[in-house]
């Protein structure tokens, strides 16, 4: 009976549904987080008869056949690239992104990563860093002596100094875009690695090209929408409890088959 199979795939589907919504849940209040959510298509068919088939011999032709579905499957876990609220922190290192756009990292292996956290620090040896320790590209590093820092929204890094009346020029910050973000590799973090699909990154100056701009002293919150992942997590509820009736029917009917005397 077909129906166990496909009703399991069923239950497999909103099972990956649910994990979904959990982890959008979990991350309600990380920095600039974005919202999933799972995708899905159907299986194969059975062609019991297929659609056109000839079944007279004057040419009659049947306008819809039999097509058996065989149940569903996850395609993706797409991204939702809604930009979260800008909450004010008063930080000289936090960093809104307002648009889109990537921060470009550093890892300890070497290669790239970017992220839309910027929740920025200072390492000991004044290097601006990610809340993991990983440099930010380009590298600045900011004195010792410097008394405060102002960033503006085109990524220029000021340092004021208690002896001097002109800030100083520490740096430029860059952002980087992709020609499709979904497509980014997430490693955990907040940090994305670049992928085939995502496209090379085009790396210029926040307000150049369609990038956004930058807000010092601000920080992106999650675009999770509570209420709605508390609906779709019902929704999904109520599709596992479906299709677990679904094999509860056919195993009764499968009962009822092996009863017959």
């Given at each position: ?8 795939t ?75 609220a ?14 889109e ?27 601006i ?19 405060t820092?102002?960033?503006n ?20 910050l860059?952002?980087a ?34 990038l ?15 209420v709605r ?29 092996t009863?017959?005397?």
């Amino acid at each position: 009976m077909r129906a166990l199979q496909i009703a399991a795939t069923g239950m497999s589907a909103q099972q990956t549904r649910v994990e979904v919504i959990s982890n959008n849940l979990a991350n309600m209040s990380t920095t600039g987080y974005n919202a999933r959510r799972a995708e899905f298509a159907d299986l194969h068919y059975q062609q019991a008869t297929r659609p056109g088939t000839v079944t007279a011999a004057d040419g009659t032709v049947i306008p819809a056949g039999v097509q058996l579905g065989l149940g569903v499957r996850p395609t993706a876990v797409s991204v939702n690239l809604q930009q979260g609220a800008l909450t004010q922190t008063g930080g000289d290192l936090d960093l809104a992104i307002d648009g889109e756009g990537y921060i470009e990292v550093t890892l300890p292996s070497g290669i790239s990563a970017y992220t839309r956290d910027g929740g920025l620090k200072r390492s000991p040896d004044g290097l601006i860093v990610t809340s993991d320790g990983y440099p930010v590209v380009p590298g600045i590093t900011i004195p010792d002596d410097a008394s405060t820092i102002s960033i503006n929204a085109a990524g220029e890094v000021y340092a004021y100094f208690s002896d001097q009346v002109e800030p100083e020029l520490l740096g430029q910050l860059t952002l980087a875009g992709f020609s499709n973000e979904k497509g980014l590799e997430a490693i955990g973090s907040n940090l994305f690695l670049e992928t085939a699909a995502s496209g090379t990154p085009q790396v210029t100056t926040p307000g150049v090209d369609g990038l956004g701009t930058l807000r010092q002293g601000y920080l992106e919150d999650s675009s999770v929408d509570s209420v709605r992942e508390i609906t779709e997590l019902i929704k999904a509820q109520r599709g596992y409890e479906l299709n677990a009736k679904v094999i509860t029917a056919a195993d009764q009917m499968l009962a009822a088959t092996t009863q017959v005397r």
